[in-house]
């Protein structure tokens, strides 16, 4: 197996192992809404359920609706994401990685939302008054994936053969 499979297997196993782990943990430890302080005044690990997608976007919405225009999207992500990963070059492993990430994330959020019809959210960051929305170890991984990725086309560097 060459070294982007590699990169691409292992990322995507390691992102979804530890993202769903976390949140079996988080579901069978703590109670909805409860909030245990890690760093005062920064952050907390505080249990919520996110139906909707980033900052509540769609919370609101018919719960049928919801669910299937958020499991729609995500196959659609995934397909995409499956698709350009095979097509990027082979030395292209930093872009990889953060397809991986990215595609690691959005299969983790999908299984909580076939599983669950929402989102297990954890991770709880603030300063004083200034609250960042809860989020997991899915979102962090799409959003360093993004970030990855933003890097690369910055660089201006031709991702497919």
Not at 44 to 51: A, D, Q, S, V
Not at 84 to 97: C, G, Q
Not at 141 to 157: D, F, Y
């Amino acid at each position: 197996m060459n070294r982007k499979y590699t990169i691409f297997s292992l990322t995507l196993i390691i992102v979804l192992l530890l993202d769903q782990v976390t949140k079996i943990f988080i579901n069978s430890s703590f109670v909805l809404y409860e909030s245990l302080n890690i760093i005062p005044g920064l952050f907390n690990i505080t249990y919520i359920r996110n139906p909707g997608a980033a900052f509540g976007f769609l919370a609101d919405a018919d719960p049928m609706f919801r669910s299937i225009f958020f499991i729609a999207v995500s196959i659609v992500a995934v397909a995409i994401i499956v698709v350009v990963i095979l097509k990027i070059k082979a030395d292209e492993l930093l872009s990889t990685f953060g397809l991986s990430l990215i595609l690691g994330g959005a299969l983790g959020n999908l299984i909580d939302r076939i599983r669950l019809g929402e989102v297990i959210d954890f991770l709880d960051f603030y300063l004083g008054s200034y609250h960042w929305p809860a989020f997991n170890l899915a979102d962090s991984a799409i959003s360093i994936g993004a970030v990855l990725l933003i890097w690369e086309i910055m660089r201006k560097k031709p991702l497919f053969d």
